[in-house]
């Protein structure tokens, strides 16, 4: 069945490529819509200073960026679960973030940071880290409550309840909000570049967009959503082998 | 005299998430004494309070009135001290059938190979050898029922509270079970107390037989089963047995107003 599905999509994808391949060579303005044949032509031709010189400072701000927000979000999710007073204070306030437009909100981290890699990581965390503490405090939550109290007459302490119980419990919707993160994370780093940097895909992007060089501003996205793609199979991946137990398709 | 090893004294209890106005106490001024190594079973129409007893004894709930002893001295500190096996099986999705069994010992912290060795020879007296590393979710009704019967035993308490242990079985897998748990209870000198709703599952298993009237004024009935030890299944066909039986079930109908 799995590989019926991706059969289709591939289809789509390819349907949808061969469209716009048509449809860039008729309109015939390259610096506003490039044909895929020209980014993929780009893409290998720039393959080294993309991949050895603008990947690495980007991958490298996601990275931070997602530890960071896995950090703060399961942290924050565990102290909202077991403290009802850190509940009742921080969970209006991390839905009302996300209310904020954060890329209208990004310049005031280059006052902040500078243009160090922590504007750029700040703006990945502002973005990933409320999948992970929304979906880390509902899996908490979800745990059983009548096996919390058959622990309890086994004798558990504290530190069972957690490990045993609250752990498990909470690892499916984690993982669901870990994988929104990851492709969110993608996003975060591109737009924290854009605000100025001296590296990376988005700013790579950014610079040829002032060229007017269409195929290599979209060469370093295609990259990215690259990243985004093998990181989200790497999440999945996690999950499958963690979670043996869930009954999937 | 021998001293019980858990009495309930006057105890009155009611669910306090009910709001108050039509609040009804499920239990009202119980009164009854359990003897070491004693087989208690109780019985009561649905719904009369049989879990929320089990719930008391281990400590879940308190009681609102009323005192629990244990071994004569009043038990506060309860959670812990008894194997409790809960009306459902509640086994855990995301933990194998050996990992589920190991779970009273992982808490209990008892050393990992003689856990292990403890936990693989009752899976073969429990007919579950062959699944260990199944997950929950692949048994059968029954599987799950004798793998928390299992995990209950395997808490190694004196005390074992067993709620409707065995409802999902059928009568055969039923009767090796009853078997095997009159067997162990000889051997290891246990006190159970153990709720059915099959007054001959009762009468076969038990010294004595606690009958729960309906609320809201649940009183406890005492009835000493009067068959000797071992016993064998047709000893239910005795005289006594069935007149027992009998006056039990009328007990146990809802009265009809007359
Ligand atoms: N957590 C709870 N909160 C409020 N009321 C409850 C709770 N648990 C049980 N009750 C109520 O207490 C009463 C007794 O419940 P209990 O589970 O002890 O009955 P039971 O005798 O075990 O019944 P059954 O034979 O059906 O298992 C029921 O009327 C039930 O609605
Ligand atoms: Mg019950």
Redesign the interface.
């Known amino acids: 069945m799995k590989n019926l599905n991706s059969y289709y999509s591939s289809l789509l994808v390819f349907g949808f490529l061969l469209i716009w391949e048509a449809g860039a060579r008729a309109y015939n303005k390259s610096f506003i819509l490039p044909a895929p044949s020209e980014i993929a032509l780009t893409l290998w031709e720039l393959r080294s200073v993309l991949v050895l010189h603008h990947l690495p400072p980007t991958f490298l701000v996601i990275f931070i960026g997602l530890v960071l927000s896995i950090l703060i979000g399961t942290g924050l999710a565990i102290w909202m679960n077991g403290n009802k007073v850190a509940e009742k204070t921080f969970y209006p306030i991390i839905i009302a973030s996300q209310t904020i437009p954060i890329i209208a909100l990004a310049p005031i981290f280059v006052l902040w940071f500078g243009y160090t890699i922590w504007s750029k990581v700040a703006v990945t965390v502002l973005i990933t880290f409320f999948p992970i503490t929304v979906s880390a405090f509902d899996g908490l939550r979800s745990s059983d409550k009548n096996l919390k109290e058959l622990l309890l007459t086994m004798g558990a302490s504290k530190k069972d309840l957690f490990f045993k119980l609250y752990v498990p419990s909470a690892l499916p919707s984690f993982f669901s909000g870990l994988k929104v993160a990851v492709t969110l994370s993608v996003i975060g780093a591109a737009i924290g570049e854009w605000l100025g940097a001296q590296a990376g895909l988005g700013y790579f992007s950014r610079r040829m967009m002032t060229q007017f060089d269409g195929a290599a501003v979209f060469a370093p996205i295609v990259l990215l959503s690259a990243v985004g793609i093998l990181l989200f199979l790497l999440v999945t991946w996690l999950e499958k082998t963690l979670l043996k137990w869930r009954k999937t398709g | 005299m021998i001293e019980p090893v858990l009495e309930f004294k006057r105890v009155s209890f009611d669910y306090k998430s009910e709001p108050l106005k039509d609040r009804v106490p499920i239990l009202e001024d119980i009164n009854f004494s359990v003897n070491d190594g004693e087989f208690i079973s109780i019985i009561g129409p649905s719904g009369c309070g049989k879990s929320t007893i089990f719930r008391l004894i ?3 709930e308190e009681p609102g009135a009323g005192k629990i002893y244990r071994k004569g001295q009043q038990a506060i500190d309860r ?4 194997g ?1 096996m ?1 009306q ?1 099986d ?1 086994l ?5 059938v050996f990992e589920n069994a190991m ?2 010992l ?3 912290g008892i050393k990992q190979n003689e856990a292990e060795e403890h936990v693989l020879k009752l899976l073969m007296d429990f007919g579950l050898k062959g699944s260990e590393k199944a ?1 929950p ?1 692949d048994l059968s009704g029954g599987m799950r029922q004798r793998l928390s019967f299992l995990r209950t035993i395997l ?1 190694g308490s004196n005390i074992l509270l067993l709620d409707e242990p065995f409802s999902s079985l059928d009568a055969i897998t039923r009767l090796t079970m009853q078997e095997w748990l009159l067997d162990q209870w000889q051997k290891l000198s246990k006190t159970i107390l153990f709720i059915t709703h099959d007054v001959d599952e009762a009468l076969f298993l038990s010294d004595r037989i606690f009958v729960l009237s309906q609320k809201p004024n649940s009183l406890i009935k005492e009835v000493k089963v009067p068959l000797g030890r071992p016993r064998r299944v047709r000893d239910l066909g005795n005289l006594d047995v069935i007149t027992l039986k009998e006056a039990l079930i009328d007990e146990l109908r809802p009265r009809t107003a007359t």
Request: proline share 12%; aromatic share 12%; charged share 15%.
């Open positions: 281990t400590g879940l959670l812990g001290r008894v409790y809960p459902q509640l855990m999705p995301w933990r194998t779970l009273p992982e808490i209990k997950y979710g808490s």
